[in-house]
């Protein structure tokens, strides 16, 4: 590349391959990007090589942890002198949160401007920091966090002490993680302990919550729901991941200014529930897992859903498709998935009758294949035959890649 080339350069992106091809080193070609903003790397390299790229934002590498050198580590502090514009900085392959959990250190250490670093676990590193650096808990102007031991981690350490351990200190952990990034916008979290919750009343700034109650013992509904009530009015996404019933009532009845909504779950109501939701702001919907009171309760008052993906709807047949239908037209309706359904053909139709700016299908029935009706009726609509494929637009999906949160 020509050194005018360079100069122009917002974005640049080094992978793999380029480790074999004859091309220059690195610190040949960022010595004349002053003006980069983003770079991705697949490929290690000394982060003082980046010492003109002072408009640099976003810096992420693809590649393990380990892949980058002490000696690189060590340098950190003289690069940030000159990357006060740094607001991301990622590895965006998974590591063991324990293992990696110095790296982390040490870079939150040395850029305490950052934003984001990445869907990493942020916790077991402020933890380090506090107990090896100062007993005074750090500020940071984090706005998104990843808390708690990825699943990976998890089943390295399933049948260990460790585990045990890190289960009975995770409140404390959490605890300090809220007194540190007191500006957290968008939280992705594990729990492992129930008592950690109540913490989260105290991040209100926090518009984004991505909880997963897999790896939770003990009973957690109560104070979930106690929790829900305090945060749930600011909260515009949500995604919710456990394996017992998520009655989604309670989420509506605390929740009403949500706009994303993913149940990771069997989405259930409540017996004392009203008749319809009330998330009159929600555009985008996932469950996996639902029955006819759930789908109904929840699809019937949204008038403004754009994104629904339905992931094991057996429940959806005819009948219950024009109860919905009665409440809601669904005319805002853009991206549909609907993965092993009983709708008939007739139904299918019914529902791209009324659904009437549909853009994107995935569709999938127990009862026929959907192409042809889809190619006679509307043959502008994008047919996607492989669900997961159509997924990958799905909102929460895109917003927690590791490349991108």
């Not at 610190?27 to 004349?32: I, L, P």
């Not at 919550?209 to 600011?234: E, T």
Request: net charge positive; glycine share 2%.
């Amino acid at each position: 590349m020509s050194k005018d080339v360079c100069k122009n350069l917002k974005s640049f992106s080094m992978p793999a391959y380029l480790r074999d091809a004859n091309s220059p080193p690195a610190e040949a070609v960022f010595r004349f990007c002053a003006n980069l903003e983003e770079v991705h790397s697949a490929l290690p390299f000394d982060l003082d090589n980046l010492e003109n790229c002072c408009q640099l934002r976003n810096l992420r590498f693809h590649l393990p942890m380990n892949r980058i050198s002490d000696n690189s580590l060590r340098r950190m502090a003289i690069s940030a002198n000159s990357l006060k514009s740094l607001e991301e900085f990622a590895v965006c392959t998974a590591d063991d949160s324990f293992s990696s959990s110095k790296f982390v250190a040490k870079v939150l250490l040395s850029f305490p401007n950052l934003i984001s670093v990445g869907l990493v676990d942020s916790s077991l590193p402020l933890k380090f920091i506090h107990k090896t650096k100062s007993s005074v808990p750090l500020h940071l102007k984090l706005r998104r966090c990843f808390w708690g031991l990825s699943h990976d981690s998890y089943l390295r350490v399933v049948n260990t002490r460790k585990l045990s351990t890190y289960r009975k200190g995770f409140s404390k952990i959490i605890k300090l993680a809220v007194v540190s990034c007191p500006y957290i916008e968008e939280l992705v979290i594990n729990v492992f302990h129930e008592e950690c919750l109540q913490q989260l009343c105290l991040l209100q700034h926090l518009t984004f919550l991505s909880i997963n109650f897999n790896y939770c013992d003990h009973d957690y509904m109560s104070v979930w729901f106690a929790v829900l009530k305090m945060i749930g009015p600011q909260l515009k996404h949500l995604s919710v991941e456990a394996s017992t019933n998520i009655p989604v009532n309670a989420i509506c009845d605390n929740c009403v200014n949500l706009e994303s909504l993913r149940i990771r779950g069997k989405a259930v109501v409540g017996e004392t529930a009203s008749t319809s939701s009330n998330l009159p702001h929600l555009r985008r919907l996932l469950l996996m897992c639902m029955d006819n009171r759930s789908l109904m309760f929840l699809l019937s008052n949204c008038p403004l859903l754009t994104e629904m993906f339905l992931d094991c709807a057996v429940c959806l047949d005819d009948t219950l498709l024009s109860n919905i239908l009665k409440h809601n037209p669904l005319s805002e309706l853009k991206v549909a998935g609907i993965h092993a359904c009983k709708l008939s053909k007739l139904g299918f139709r019914m529902l791209l009758e009324s659904a009437v700016k549909l853009e994107k299908v995935s569709f999938r029935s127990v009862k026929f294949d959907a192409s042809d009706v889809i190619h006679k009726l509307n043959p502008k609509i994008v047919n996607y035959p492989v669900f997961n494929k159509l997924k990958d637009v799905e909102f929460f999906r895109r917003k927690l890649h590791p490349c991108r949160f």
